[in-house]
Protein backbone atom coordinates (compact mmCIF):
# COMPACT_ATOMS: atom_id res chain seq x y z
CA UNK A 1 0.00 0.00 0.00
CA UNK A 2 1.62 3.51 -0.84
CA UNK A 3 1.17 6.46 1.56
CA UNK A 4 0.59 9.23 -0.84
CA UNK A 5 -1.48 10.25 -3.64
CA UNK A 6 1.09 10.35 -6.19
CA UNK A 7 4.21 9.10 -7.06
CA UNK A 8 7.70 9.18 -9.22
CA UNK A 9 8.21 5.96 -10.42
CA UNK A 10 11.40 5.24 -12.40
CA UNK A 11 12.79 2.12 -14.21
CA UNK A 12 16.35 2.19 -15.58
CA UNK A 13 19.85 -0.24 -15.69
CA UNK A 14 23.00 0.90 -14.39
CA UNK A 15 26.83 0.20 -16.03
CA UNK A 16 27.43 -3.01 -14.26
CA UNK A 17 30.99 -1.82 -13.11
CA UNK A 18 29.52 1.17 -11.75
CA UNK A 19 26.64 -0.61 -9.94
CA UNK A 20 28.35 -0.76 -6.55
CA UNK A 21 29.15 3.01 -6.34
CA UNK A 22 25.77 3.77 -7.90
CA UNK A 23 24.14 1.99 -4.47
CA UNK A 24 26.42 3.15 -2.26
CA UNK A 25 25.43 7.17 -3.66
CA UNK A 26 21.52 6.34 -3.68
CA UNK A 27 21.60 5.32 -0.27
CA UNK A 28 24.25 7.97 1.43
CA UNK A 29 23.13 11.06 -1.46
CA UNK A 30 20.56 10.83 -3.54
CA UNK A 31 17.56 9.31 -1.57
CA UNK A 32 17.83 11.58 1.46
CA UNK A 33 18.34 14.66 -0.89
CA UNK A 34 15.08 13.55 -2.22
CA UNK A 35 12.84 12.71 0.83
CA UNK A 36 14.25 16.48 2.14
CA UNK A 37 12.03 17.63 -0.73
CA UNK A 38 8.60 18.74 0.82
CA UNK A 39 5.94 16.16 -0.12
CA UNK A 40 8.19 13.49 -0.23
CA UNK A 41 7.04 10.87 1.94
CA UNK A 42 8.86 7.31 1.39
CA UNK A 43 11.64 6.42 -1.15
CA UNK A 44 12.51 2.72 -2.00
CA UNK A 45 14.98 0.74 -4.48
CA UNK A 46 14.44 -2.38 -5.94
CA UNK A 47 16.72 -4.90 -8.39
CA UNK A 48 16.74 -7.49 -10.37
CA UNK A 49 18.53 -10.35 -9.25
CA UNK A 50 21.74 -11.00 -11.07
CA UNK A 51 21.62 -7.88 -13.36
CA UNK A 52 21.91 -4.29 -12.87
CA UNK A 53 18.37 -3.10 -13.45
CA UNK A 54 16.22 -1.00 -11.23
CA UNK A 55 13.25 0.35 -10.18
CA UNK A 56 12.95 2.79 -7.93
CA UNK A 57 9.60 4.37 -6.45
CA UNK A 58 9.04 7.74 -4.39
CA UNK A 59 5.80 8.14 -2.91
CA UNK A 60 4.83 11.63 -2.01
CA UNK A 61 1.67 13.37 -0.70
CA UNK A 62 -0.04 14.74 -3.99
CA UNK A 63 0.64 15.22 -7.91
CA UNK A 64 1.39 19.11 -7.26
CA UNK A 65 4.82 17.63 -5.47
CA UNK A 66 5.68 16.28 -9.11
CA UNK A 67 6.21 19.68 -10.63
CA UNK A 68 6.87 21.52 -7.45
CA UNK A 69 9.78 24.42 -7.78
CA UNK A 70 11.55 22.70 -4.74
CA UNK A 71 11.51 19.45 -6.65
CA UNK A 72 12.90 20.82 -10.01
CA UNK A 73 15.21 22.68 -8.07
CA UNK A 74 17.16 19.81 -7.15
CA UNK A 75 16.75 18.07 -10.54
CA UNK A 76 18.11 21.35 -12.27
CA UNK A 77 21.07 21.65 -9.77
CA UNK A 78 22.73 18.43 -8.86
CA UNK A 79 25.57 17.85 -6.64
CA UNK A 80 28.81 16.81 -8.53
CA UNK A 81 28.56 13.61 -7.43
CA UNK A 82 24.97 13.27 -9.01
CA UNK A 83 26.29 14.44 -12.31
CA UNK A 84 28.61 11.86 -12.46
CA UNK A 85 26.26 9.01 -11.77
CA UNK A 86 24.12 10.03 -14.02
CA UNK A 87 26.55 9.03 -16.94
CA UNK A 88 26.10 5.53 -15.71
CA UNK A 89 22.56 5.66 -16.36
CA UNK A 90 20.92 3.56 -19.06
CA UNK A 91 17.49 3.32 -20.41
CA UNK A 92 15.93 5.76 -18.31
CA UNK A 93 11.75 5.44 -17.95
CA UNK A 94 10.72 7.94 -15.42
CA UNK A 95 6.91 8.57 -14.80
CA UNK A 96 5.03 11.15 -12.22
CA UNK A 97 2.10 9.36 -11.32
CA UNK A 98 -1.34 9.49 -9.40
CA UNK A 99 -2.27 6.94 -6.78
CA UNK A 100 -5.18 5.77 -8.59
CA UNK A 101 -5.95 2.90 -6.84
CA UNK A 102 -3.77 1.14 -3.98
CA UNK A 103 -4.67 -1.62 -0.84
CA UNK A 104 -2.46 -3.89 1.11
CA UNK A 105 -0.59 -3.42 4.14
CA UNK A 106 3.23 -1.99 3.71
CA UNK A 107 5.73 -3.51 1.74
CA UNK A 108 6.53 -6.80 0.72
CA UNK A 109 10.73 -7.69 0.37
CA UNK A 110 9.54 -8.88 -3.30
CA UNK A 111 7.95 -7.05 -6.11
CA UNK A 112 6.68 -6.98 -9.82
CA UNK A 113 6.17 -4.27 -11.67
CA UNK A 114 3.39 -4.47 -14.92
CA UNK A 115 3.68 -1.51 -17.53
CA UNK A 116 1.34 -0.87 -19.96
CA UNK A 117 -1.43 1.59 -21.57
CA UNK A 118 -4.61 1.17 -22.51
CA UNK A 119 -5.61 0.87 -26.31
CA UNK A 120 -7.78 4.10 -27.75
CA UNK A 121 -11.23 4.38 -26.36
CA UNK A 122 -10.80 1.44 -23.60
CA UNK A 123 -9.48 3.99 -20.49
CA UNK A 124 -12.72 2.83 -18.58
CA UNK A 125 -12.99 -0.78 -19.36
CA UNK A 126 -9.34 -1.64 -18.49
CA UNK A 127 -9.78 0.66 -15.22
CA UNK A 128 -12.88 -1.34 -13.79
CA UNK A 129 -11.00 -4.80 -14.35
CA UNK A 130 -8.07 -3.80 -12.41
CA UNK A 131 -9.90 -1.77 -9.44
CA UNK A 132 -12.78 -4.12 -9.31
CA UNK A 133 -11.70 -7.61 -10.21
CA UNK A 134 -8.06 -8.03 -10.85
CA UNK A 135 -6.34 -6.25 -8.19
CA UNK A 136 -8.23 -5.96 -4.79
CA UNK A 137 -8.27 -9.66 -4.09
CA UNK A 138 -4.51 -9.96 -4.41
CA UNK A 139 -3.26 -8.38 -1.33
CA UNK A 140 -5.19 -10.67 1.28
CA UNK A 141 -3.38 -13.75 -0.72
CA UNK A 142 -0.37 -15.48 0.54
CA UNK A 143 2.59 -14.52 -0.01
CA UNK A 144 1.45 -11.09 -0.90
CA UNK A 145 1.47 -7.62 1.15
CA UNK A 146 -0.33 -4.84 -1.86
CA UNK A 147 -1.59 -3.69 -4.81
CA UNK A 148 -1.12 -0.13 -6.18
CA UNK A 149 -2.42 0.98 -10.10
CA UNK A 150 -0.22 4.19 -10.97
CA UNK A 151 -1.35 6.26 -13.83
CA UNK A 152 0.53 9.16 -15.91
CA UNK A 153 -0.34 12.18 -14.22
CA UNK A 154 2.33 15.01 -16.10
CA UNK A 155 4.80 14.65 -18.70
CA UNK A 156 8.80 14.69 -17.25
CA UNK A 157 9.97 18.47 -17.98
CA UNK A 158 13.59 18.69 -19.05
CA UNK A 159 15.76 19.18 -16.56
CA UNK A 160 19.82 19.29 -16.42
CA UNK A 161 19.91 15.60 -14.65
CA UNK A 162 18.09 14.29 -17.44
CA UNK A 163 20.28 16.21 -20.05
CA UNK A 164 23.31 14.20 -18.29
CA UNK A 165 21.45 10.94 -19.07
CA UNK A 166 21.45 11.69 -22.47
CA UNK A 167 17.54 12.18 -22.19
CA UNK A 168 14.79 12.86 -22.70
CA UNK A 169 13.75 9.96 -20.33
CA UNK A 170 10.52 7.69 -21.69
CA UNK A 171 7.32 8.10 -19.79
CA UNK A 172 5.46 5.93 -18.02
CA UNK A 173 1.43 5.28 -19.05
CA UNK A 174 0.15 3.15 -16.57
CA UNK A 175 1.84 0.78 -14.00
CA UNK A 176 0.82 -2.23 -11.39
CA UNK A 177 2.97 -2.47 -8.88
CA UNK A 178 2.36 -5.86 -6.25
CA UNK A 179 4.71 -6.37 -3.66
CA UNK A 180 4.80 -9.67 -1.70
CA UNK A 181 7.32 -11.69 1.09
CA UNK A 182 7.29 -14.89 -1.64
CA UNK A 183 8.70 -14.78 -4.82
CA UNK A 184 6.81 -17.87 -6.22
CA UNK A 185 3.31 -15.97 -5.20
CA UNK A 186 4.53 -13.21 -6.95
CA UNK A 187 5.42 -15.51 -10.31
CA UNK A 188 2.20 -17.08 -10.25
CA UNK A 189 0.86 -13.56 -11.26
CA UNK A 190 2.48 -13.16 -15.00
CA UNK A 191 0.99 -16.31 -15.89
CA UNK A 192 -2.49 -16.22 -13.80
CA UNK A 193 -3.95 -13.42 -12.61
CA UNK A 194 -2.18 -10.56 -14.46
CA UNK A 195 -1.12 -12.40 -17.40
CA UNK A 196 -0.78 -10.60 -20.86
CA UNK A 197 -3.64 -12.35 -22.81
CA UNK A 198 -6.37 -11.19 -19.78
CA UNK A 199 -4.40 -7.26 -20.00
CA UNK A 200 -5.52 -7.40 -23.96
CA UNK A 201 -8.58 -9.32 -23.37
CA UNK A 202 -10.01 -5.97 -20.76
CA UNK A 203 -8.72 -3.47 -23.06
CA UNK A 204 -4.53 -2.86 -22.82
CA UNK A 205 -2.83 -1.68 -26.35
CA UNK A 206 -0.58 -4.94 -25.86
CA UNK A 207 1.11 -7.14 -23.27
CA UNK A 208 2.69 -5.81 -20.11
CA UNK A 209 6.44 -5.20 -20.13
CA UNK A 210 6.61 -7.29 -16.53
CA UNK A 211 9.68 -7.28 -14.45
CA UNK A 212 10.28 -8.72 -10.49
CA UNK A 213 12.61 -6.84 -8.11
CA UNK A 214 14.07 -7.20 -4.71
CA UNK A 215 13.68 -4.73 -1.97
CA UNK A 216 17.19 -3.02 -1.97
CA UNK A 217 17.03 -0.24 0.38
CA UNK A 218 13.92 2.12 1.87
CA UNK A 219 13.76 5.47 3.82
CA UNK A 220 11.26 7.68 5.02
CA UNK A 221 10.61 10.89 5.44
CA UNK A 222 11.84 12.28 9.38
CA UNK A 223 8.47 13.38 11.39
Not at 34 to 61: D, H, K
Not at 101 to 128: I, K, Q, V, Y
Not at 183 to 193: C, I, N, S, T, Y
Request: charged content about 20%.
Amino acid sequence: MLIGQAAVLLFFDIVAQDAAEHDHWHTHEHMPERLAIPGFLRGSRWRTSGASSYMVLYEVSDSAVLTSSAYLARLNNPTRWTQEMMKSYRGMSRGLCRVDWTSGNGLGGAATAFRFRPAAGADARLRAWLTSAALPRLPARPGLAGATLLQSAAAPPATREQGIRGGPDTGVDWAVVVSGYDVAALAVLEKEDLNGEEFMRNGAERAPLAAGYSLAYAISREP
